[in-house]
């Protein structure tokens, strides 16, 4: 074997190492990588899935289209959302771009979410070459939020049936029983504090708080035991874009080897939760059977439902915390209020996802030709309907653009969705945010945020990636 013309890359070598230890072992590292076909494949769904979507979008903004410019001009950007969708909204309830219609008015972004003729995820791949290339390309074993039968894209009896017996898991009395355990790791990483202060003075409160707080809360649902749950804030993090759109092609590949990583070790955790049930929503789920039918979840949805916790879960919550101190430290007048009647808390959650929520837009796709706000939407059209927008809408909030912790409706925001697919998540994330913002700022009543703080790369995704900060 000739080893001289192979130049060492991040695949060659391992085979280079294995050829030194003979032609069986060398034989097993080729097998090992990947295929071309397997290499092709992966490029054909970052075009499909990403690329060309971005590029199209990127297009359209440069001609001042107003969904490219919501989905390519908005990200790291505080104000741009909310300036671009006050343009949609003063140019149509339902707005026709290029590409798609999208709105960001509040009654029609209610409408669009609760249609019945309107579904989540991408339209059917049944016509053009772009979606038979797509199918072709596609991974239907890779978990994934987007990737059926993850909850998000499940629609008709099947949701119906399968969002039951989730929601009995997920119930109201659950959420509250996890309270103290949340009180009890936000009190822990906020007396923890200054163990991690820098040489500056400063400690990042992404890193330190905003981050571990949701991850533990999620690990105590999943059953996961202590020692792993780096593993899984490692998941996570890798995890977190694949709700992005426009990912590029070493963003796409991180996501997927993550979601990998996390599919193998979820089959033997879930193996293990079988044999070993805990006191955690897991195990419980993976008993629940449906009182008519007698039938629990396959295990391809225990699965999707274990990722979509992870996926949907956890970086919306860090953005609601990271988000929620940003505008609560910004405003002495909110602190002031909180700290007068504490019993604004909750509604100082609402306001913070009201103002700056986590997610951005959601989209839906015409199943049929239908009418939406007055408008004749066609077969397999998309419509956006942009979260961040309708919560600003003047008709439904006064003086929206006013971050105002004693707002009497802020809990009208979109910011979880609505319809069918709300999320299923709302009770608990509003609870962490309450605990998580109120321990922080009453543990650490003085402290100021760094003015170099930096946004998350991230489109749909919302939030701040570091916010260093003084105690
Ligand atoms: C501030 C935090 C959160 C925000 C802003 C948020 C936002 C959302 C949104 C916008 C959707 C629906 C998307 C659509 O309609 O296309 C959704 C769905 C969902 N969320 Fe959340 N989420 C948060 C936290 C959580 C948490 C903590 C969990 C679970 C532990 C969770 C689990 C889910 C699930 C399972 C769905 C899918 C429901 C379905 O399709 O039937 N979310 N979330």
Redesign the pocket.
Request: charged share 10%; aromatic share 8%; proline share 8%.
């Given at each position: 074997m000739h080893l001289s013309p192979l130049r060492t890359t991040p695949t060659t070598a391992p085979v280079l190492s294995w050829a030194t230890r003979g032609p069986r072992a060398a034989r097993a590292a080729l097998a090992a990588l990947p295929s071309p076909r397997a290499e092709l494949r992966r490029t054909v769904r970052w075009a499909t899935q990403h690329g060309l979507a971005a590029a199209v979008l990127r297009r359209a903004a440069a001609d001042g289209d107003l969904q490219g410019l919501m989905v390519t001009r908005t990200a790291g950007s505080l104000e741009a959302p909310y300036e671009i969708a006050r343009d949609i909204r003063e140019s149509a309830s339902l707005h026709r771009s290029r590409y798609a219609w999208t709105t960001a008015d509040h009654a029609v972004v209610r409408e669009v979410?609760a249609h019945p003729d309107l579904r989540?995820g991408f339209p059917e791949p049944e016509r053009g070459p772009v979606a038979r290339l797509a199918a072709w390309a596609g991974e239907p074993d890779r978990l994934g939020?987007l990737t059926p039968p993850?909850?998000?894209?499940?629609d008709g009896a099947d949701?119906t049936r399968y969002?039951r017996l989730?929601t009995r898991v997920?119930s109201a009395r659950a959420v509250e029983a996890l309270r103290a355990r949340t009180q009890e790791v936000a009190a822990q990483l906020a007396a923890d504090l200054p163990r991690h202060v820098d040489a500056r003075g400063e400690v990042d409160l992404v890193e330190a708080y905003c981050a571990p707080l949701?991850v533990t809360?999620?690990c105590e649902?999943l059953g996961v035991p202590a020692e792993e749950r780096e593993r899984v804030l490692a998941f996570g993090q890798a995890a977190a874009p694949s709700l992005d759109l426009g990912l590029s092609w070493a963003q796409m590949r991180r996501v997927e080897v993550a979601l990998d990583d996390f599919r193998t070790w979820l089959v033997g955790h879930l193996e293990h939760l079988r044999e070993h049930p805990g006191d955690d929503l897991m195990s419980r789920l993976v008993a629940a059977r449906d009182e008519e039918t007698g039938e629990g979840l396959s295990q391809d949805e225990l699965l999707a439902?274990a990722g979509?916790?992870l996926a949907?879960?956890?970086e919306?919550?860090v953005?609601?915390l990271s988000n929620g101190l940003v505008l609560l430290t910004g405003h002495p007048a909110a602190r002031a209020a909180l700290a007068a009647d504490p019993d604004l808390w909750g509604n100082a959650v609402d306001e913070v996802?009201r103002f700056d929520?986590?997610?951005l837009l959601?989209?839906?796709a015409a199943a049929t030709a239908t009418e939406v706000a007055g408008q004749q939407v066609r077969a397999g059209e998309m419509i956006s309907?942009v979260?961040a927008g309708a919560n600003r809408d003047p008709a439904v909030f006064t003086d929206p653009d006013t971050f105002d912790v004693t707002r009497a409706n802020a809990r009208d925001h979109?910011?979880?969705?609505?319809?069918?697919?709300?999320?299923?998540?709302?009770a608990?994330?509003?609870m962490?945010?309450e605990v998580g913002l109120r321990t922080l700022l009453e543990t650490h009543p003085d402290l100021v945020l760094s003015s170099d703080r930096r946004r998350r790369p991230t489109r749909i995704l919302r939030g701040w990636a570091t916010l260093p900060a003084r105690l």
């Open positions: 979410l989540s939020p993850s909850l998000l894209v499940t949701h969002r989730v997920f949701p809360v999620i649902i439902t979509l916790v949907a879960g956890f919306t919550t953005n609601l996802l929520p986590p997610v959601t989209g839906r309907a979260l979109v910011s979880f969705s609505g319809g069918r697919h709300y999320c299923l998540g709302a608990l994330a509003r962490e945010g």
